[in-house]
């Protein structure tokens, strides 16, 4: 079956700790990104990734960090500089099309508390 | 400043009545606009794309229409069923954006469809 995985599905983590959370496609999909998705708001981007060892910057991406080693893979560390992380995280897949991109693949999500 | 707006207040209608969420944006040129459902601590699915010389879309009974000149699109459900209860979202891709396929989403609408 192809998809997108994300583990776990529910993490805590205490003060002052490093954590990182899993996303893998096997969809062929060339594009990446990371959301963040807070009680009543919608999805904020955090980091996106066009190609293997390239990614930018979302509108929040202070206190977070990303890798693209591999064209399936795209982990994203939640560090101890980020100051409010408790949040659902979803991490979510496109195909090229041309120019542009098609629909995004969403994750089933992580829940991440801070104790 | 640059918005995405969708109505922030619960829809509650009645099995078999037709429902009507808005999307509504300011200061942003997009090229497509998106619509997803997003169910209870699970990722968005993708329903429908329109793109900017588009005014109608439909799919079984989902339809979606887009007015750029008021700056808004509208996703009606018709004959809805309790199943489509769901959160639904909207996202945009702004034209000025033309790395990946990253998008700007609203904070979604609950709809709940009672029977």
């Known amino acids: 079956d192809g998809g997108i995985t994300q583990s776990p599905k529910y993490l805590f983590r205490k003060e002052g700790q490093n954590v990182t959370l899993s996303c893998e496609q096997n969809?062929?999909?060339?594009?990446m990104y990371w959301y963040r998705q807070d009680p009543g708001q919608g999805l904020r981007l955090i980091y996106y990734?066009?190609?293997?060892?390239?990614?930018q910057k979302g509108d929040i991406a202070e206190g977070y960090s990303v890798s693209r080693e591999k064209k399936e893979s795209f982990p994203l560390t939640v560090t101890s500089a980020q100051k409010n992380p408790t949040a659902f995280y979803l991490c979510a897949s496109s195909m090229r099309a041309g120019l542009s991109y098609n629909e995004q693949f969403f994750g089933p999500g992580t829940r991440l508390t801070v104790l | 400043s640059q918005k995405i707006e969708q109505n922030s207040e619960a829809l509650n209608i009645q099995e078999g009545k037709t429902a009507t969420l808005t999307c509504n944006y300011t200061n942003y040129s997009p090229a497509y606009l998106q619509w997803y459902r997003q169910d209870p601590g699970r990722g968005p699915v993708f329903l429908l794309l329109?793109?900017?010389?588009?005014k109608e879309k439909r799919k079984e009974r989902l339809k979606v229409t887009f007015d750029t000149t008021l700056k808004q699109s509208l996703f009606h459900i018709t004959a809805s069923q309790p199943a489509d209860s769901a959160t639904y979202l909207c996202a945009l891709k702004p034209h000025l954006y033309n790395q990946g396929g990253k998008l700007i989403f609203g904070q979604g609408t609950e709809l709940s469809v009672k029977p």
């Open positions: 329109i793109r900017e010389n588009e």
């Open positions: 990734s066009q190609i293997v060892n390239d990614f």
């Open positions: 969809l062929n999909h060339d594009a």
